[in-house]
């Protein structure tokens, strides 16, 4: 296979609909034949990516060397270049294109194809007519439609790999996926104007169509951006919806006790009832020291309900209110507290892989009586802090992020180089295996079973029927090694990874995070691991209790913060918030904003002498006026290394 069947690639006409890219640097339009070119090489390509082991594909350069398929010194020469353009060409340029027939891809000496037969049939491939009466669109149309299906697999494959990798195994940047020349605000402009009748996103408009095949072709910070935009917005209709609801829960119980005063008690019956369906405000209480059964209870029957505000009332352990009303900052402090329990590998729902990254436990249904509903509920509350925008620190195994949660776009199946994200030992003896010789692998007496120990017994069950009869051997090696390795990443999780992403999907819809690579969407359930932007942190602060931004406090703090290692200010971070990453977007997006109070007074010696202070719910750091960077770096560091909290001082 060779990058140059597919690497011409020069000018197209101006995107109608608004683009940053000249005629000259835009892609070409292919013909359909060099479209069928490609899309073959891409499916040969994409098998062979799924099916051969990462030193081959590395260290080998099989099926391409990394030089042909992506170079430095001719960053546009390359497949991966290539295979951008034709995408870029077939998911956004043609389906913005005049309805006139030079605007459409067409055999030569064939007539263009109706408006109705354009972009998005092209992408729809089960639906392209092959019918006679449309002889001049069908083969056209069905050659696009593959381009976009085969080339979004393999681009999504390779960016996956890109995303994962590091040092010499990286293929590219990713900005080597991206397309050159996107209009920022036309993309964010025409996916917010593409609605259903629902107001969920249009699959047919050119803009998420193309995020639902390559959406490696916007770069992550845009994707970032929309999924931000669309969260919010569907958060502020639920949220009206909920005031309204409110208001006429509130009418209705004026209603009743109104009818009630008039003696007509059947009307206020009624009313009440009314008001019953209505609701009010989403109010649970939960004991402290009942948290995940409690949540359960009260939280699980919400459905739908559960996209609105929910106000929290703690139930300390003698059974008494806790002091505090919920503005937001409780239901905050309770979902973190909930997901750290539920998560945690104690209570049987969530395994953890070599790594220490979770993932649900494949034997969850035949421990816990109750997993499928607990899953659920799990993936509900995941769904929920992502829909509020609050950070949970945990990670999650690579092959659970990117397979059950993409099977919303082609090519997101887990495959055998997947495996090491599991179990890294399982692959290297499969990778081994592979090379052994006819004897070698008879000496092993193995068949095409696998042992199952999810239910506390070792059960053995067949990779295929009639498996435990069929021994393993070089001709069949390969079969075995790939049977294997999509019975531990895809079937044998699948009850309780299907249970948990029910719940998720409730909050968070998967047009959302389909557009976003495993190691993405790791960033957008917890935060960047990058170092903290000190100007981005101080920029979206706010002060209280008599601080404000020119305060010679507020200016110590700051120069103290400035001083600490990265460790430190993420350690500082998590103190304050509880999570010790950066908001992928930056702080504005922090939810509440960090506020920094004054705890004293500058006049009170005395309270220097004390420790600050955090409340995590509501992102409030409590800070004595110290007098110098040295006292200030001291107490802080002291504060965060001890755990003060609400204590310690």
Same mark, same amino acid.
Request: hydrophobic fraction near 40%; glycine fraction near 8%.
């Given at each position: 296979?060779? #990058? @140059?069947?597919? %690497?011409? !690639? /020069? &000018?197209?006409?101006?995107?109608?609909?608004? $683009?940053?890219?000249? *005629?000259? +640097?835009?892609?070409?339009?292919?013909?359909?034949?060099?479209?069928?070119?490609?899309?073959?090489?891409?499916?040969?390509?994409?098998?062979?990516?799924?099916?051969?082991?990462?030193?081959?594909?590395?260290?080998?350069?099989?099926?391409?060397?990394?030089?042909?398929?992506?170079?430095?010194?001719?960053?546009?020469?390359?497949?991966?270049?290539?295979?951008?353009?034709?995408?870029?060409?077939?998911?956004?340029?043609?389906?913005?294109?005049?309805?006139?027939?030079?605007?459409?891809?067409?055999?030569?000496?064939?007539?263009?194809?109706?408006?109705?037969?354009?972009?998005?049939?092209?992408?729809?491939?089960?639906? #392209? @007519?092959?019918? %006679?009466? !449309? /002889? &001049?669109?069908?083969?056209?149309?069905?050659? $696009?439609?593959?381009? *976009?299906? +085969?080339?979004?697999?393999?681009?999504?494959?390779?960016?996956?790999?890109?995303?994962?990798?590091?040092?010499?195994?990286?293929?590219?940047?990713?900005?080597?996926?991206?397309?050159?020349?996107?209009?920022?605000?036309?993309?964010?402009?025409?996916?917010?104007?593409?609605?259903?009748?629902?107001?969920?996103?249009?699959?047919?408009?050119?803009?998420?169509?193309?995020?639902?095949?390559?959406?490696?072709?916007?770069?992550?910070?845009?994707?970032?951006?929309?999924?931000?935009?669309?969260?919010?917005?569907?958060?502020?209709?639920?949220?009206?919806?909920?005031?309204?609801?409110?208001?006429?829960?509130?009418?209705?119980?004026?209603?009743?006790?109104? !009818?009630?005063?008039?003696?007509?008690?059947?009307?206020?019956?009624?009313?009440?009832?009314?008001?019953?369906?209505?609701?009010?405000?989403?109010?649970?209480?939960?004991?402290?020291?009942?948290?995940?059964?409690?949540?359960?209870?009260?939280?699980?029957?919400?459905?739908?309900?559960?996209?609105?505000?929910?106000?929290?009332?703690?139930?300390?352990?003698?059974?008494?209110?806790?002091?505090?009303?919920?503005?937001?900052?409780?239901?905050?402090?309770?979902?973190?507290?909930?997901?750290?329990?539920?998560?945690?590998?104690?209570?049987?729902?969530?395994?953890?892989?070599?790594?220490?990254?979770?993932?649900?436990?494949?034997?969850?249904?035949?421990?816990?009586?109750?997993?499928?509903?607990?899953?659920?509920?799990?993936?509900?509350?995941?769904?929920?802090?992502?829909?509020?925008?609050?950070?949970?620190?945990?990670?999650?195994?690579?092959?659970?992020?990117?397979?059950?949660?993409?099977?919303?776009?082609?090519?997101?199946?887990?495959?055998?180089?997947?495996?090491?994200?599991?179990?890294?030992?399982?692959?290297?003896?499969?990778?081994?295996?592979?090379?052994?010789?006819?004897?070698?692998?008879?000496?092993?007496?193995?068949?095409?079973?696998?042992?199952?120990?999810?239910?506390?017994?070792?059960?053995?069950?067949?990779?295929?029927?009639?498996?435990?009869?069929?021994?393993?051997?070089?001709?069949?090696?390969?079969?075995?090694?790939?049977?294997?390795?999509?019975?531990?990443?895809?079937?044998?999780?699948?009850?309780?990874?299907?249970?948990?992403?029910?719940?998720?999907?409730?909050?968070?819809?998967?047009?959302?995070?389909?557009?976003?690579?495993?190691?993405?969407?790791?960033?957008?359930?917890?935060?960047?691991?990058?170092?903290?932007?000190?100007?981005?942190?101080?920029?979206?602060?706010?002060?209280?209790?008599?601080?404000?931004?020119?305060?010679?406090?507020?200016?110590?703090?700051?120069?103290?913060?400035?001083?600490?290692?990265?460790?430190?200010?993420?350690?500082?971070?998590?103190?304050?918030?509880?999570?010790?990453?950066?908001?992928?977007?930056?702080?504005?997006?922090?939810?509440?904003?960090?506020?920094?109070?004054?705890?004293?007074?500058?006049?009170?010696?005395?309270?220097?002498?004390?420790?600050?202070?955090?409340?995590?719910?509501?992102?409030?750091?409590?800070?004595?006026?110290?007098?110098?960077?040295?006292?200030?770096?001291?107490?802080?560091?002291?504060?965060?290394?001890?755990?003060?909290?609400?204590?310690?001082?």
């Amino acid at each position: 296979m060779s #990058a @140059s069947a597919a %690497s011409a !690639a /020069p &000018s197209v006409r101006a995107d109608p609909y608004g $683009s940053n890219a000249s *005629a000259s +640097s835009a892609p070409a339009p292919h013909s359909w034949s060099e479209s069928l070119v490609l899309s073959v090489m891409a499916s040969v390509f994409s098998a062979h990516v799924a099916t051969a082991d990462l030193d081959e594909f590395y260290s080998h350069g099989r099926p391409l060397p990394l030089s042909e398929l992506y170079d430095e010194r001719q960053p546009t020469a390359g497949f991966v270049a290539a295979l951008r353009d034709a995408l870029w060409q077939v998911l956004w340029h043609e389906p913005a294109a005049d309805k006139a027939a030079a605007a459409t891809v067409a055999a030569p000496g064939t007539s263009p194809p109706s408006p109705a037969a354009r972009a998005p049939a092209a992408v729809q491939p089960q639906h #392209a @007519s092959s019918s %006679s009466s !449309a /002889p &001049s669109t069908s083969l056209p149309v069905r050659v $696009s439609a593959e381009l *976009a299906e +085969s080339g979004g697999r393999l681009y999504a494959q390779l960016y996956e790999l890109c995303c994962r990798a590091a040092g010499d195994r990286r293929l590219a940047p990713p900005a080597a996926f991206h397309a050159p020349g996107l209009a920022s605000e036309r993309f964010m402009s025409e996916a917010s104007s593409n609605r259903g009748a629902g107001g969920e996103p249009d699959s047919s408009a050119r803009v998420w169509s193309l995020l639902g095949h390559a959406p490696a072709l916007i770069p992550f910070s845009e994707r970032a951006r929309l999924f931000q935009a669309e969260v919010s917005s569907d958060r502020a209709v639920h949220y009206e919806m909920q005031t309204q609801g409110q208001h006429a829960h509130l009418q209705a119980l004026m209603a009743a006790e109104e !009818a009630a005063l008039d003696g007509d008690h059947h009307m206020a019956a009624l009313q009440q009832q009314q008001a019953a369906q209505m609701g009010s405000d989403r109010f649970v209480t939960i004991r402290r020291d009942h948290l995940l059964d409690d949540g359960f209870d009260r939280l699980a029957p919400l459905g739908d309900a559960l996209k609105g505000r929910v106000r929290v009332q703690f139930i300390n352990e003698h059974g008494e209110q806790e002091a505090g009303v919920d503005g937001g900052g409780l239901f905050k402090d309770f979902l973190e507290s909930l997901i750290k329990e539920g998560f945690h590998g104690e209570r049987g729902l969530f395994a953890t892989s070599a790594a220490n990254q979770i993932y649900p436990n494949p034997g969850a249904f035949g421990v816990l009586e109750d997993a499928p509903r607990m899953l659920e509920f799990m993936g509900r509350m995941l769904g929920k802090a992502v829909y509020e925008g609050i950070l949970v620190e945990l990670r999650f195994a690579s092959f659970f992020l990117k397979g059950d949660t993409k099977t919303f776009r082609p090519g997101a199946r887990c495959d055998v180089n997947d495996l090491p994200t599991l179990d890294p030992e399982l692959y290297r003896n499969l990778m081994r295996l592979r090379h052994f010789s006819e004897g070698d692998v008879g000496q092993l007496s193995l068949t095409f079973t696998a042992t199952d120990g999810a239910f506390g017994k070792n059960t053995e069950v067949e990779l295929k029927p009639g498996g435990r009869d069929i021994p393993v051997t070089a001709d069949n090696v390969m079969e075995y090694i790939h049977r294997m390795a999509d019975y531990r990443l895809n079937q044998q999780p699948r009850g309780p990874t299907h249970a948990f992403l029910r719940g998720f999907f409730a909050l968070v819809r998967p047009q959302w995070v389909s557009m976003f690579s495993a190691e993405e969407l790791q960033l957008l359930i917890g935060g960047s691991e990058e170092g903290i932007r000190l100007d981005d942190l101080r920029a979206h602060v706010q002060y209280a209790g008599g601080y404000h931004e020119d305060h010679p406090v507020v200016h110590t703090f700051w120069e103290a913060v400035a001083s600490f290692t990265p460790e430190e200010q993420r350690s500082l971070l998590k103190f304050v918030t509880s999570c010790s990453r950066a908001p992928l977007l930056g702080f504005k997006f922090l939810e509440p904003q960090m506020c920094i109070q004054m705890a004293g007074s500058v006049l009170d010696e005395p309270c220097t002498r004390r420790l600050p202070t955090a409340a995590t719910c509501m992102n409030l750091l409590k800070l004595p006026p110290y007098r110098s960077v040295a006292a200030m770096r001291e107490k802080l560091l002291y504060a965060v290394s001890s755990g003060a909290g609400f204590d310690l001082s």
